[in-house]
């Protein structure tokens, strides 16, 4: 999970869904980063999503622990699904 830089976030979906989210807080919870629109095709698939290391600015974030959080919209527009997990970034 330690990536200098560049990581892969990887998921399965086994939920139909209408969207997908990806957010990325610090550890004291400031949001740096969110990426909206990501595949949310409904079945189990694989999708990548690769993440730089850079804030919604385009700058270098610093060595640390963060945490995501991805999100599932079902095809009403309910949340089906909230995954929380963290990433570190040591270069």
Known sequence: ?????????????SLPGRDVRLRVYTVSGRRI????????SKGRQREVYEWDGRDEDGD???????????????EDGKVAERILDKVVRAR
């Open 33 to 40: 980063l969110t990426r909206e629109g990501l595949s949310a």
């Open 1 to 13: 999970n330690p990536f200098s830089e560049e990581s892969a976030l990887v998921y399965d979906l």
């Open 60 to 74: 270098e974030v610093a060595n640390g622990l963060y945490f995501y959080e991805l999100t599932l919209w079902d």
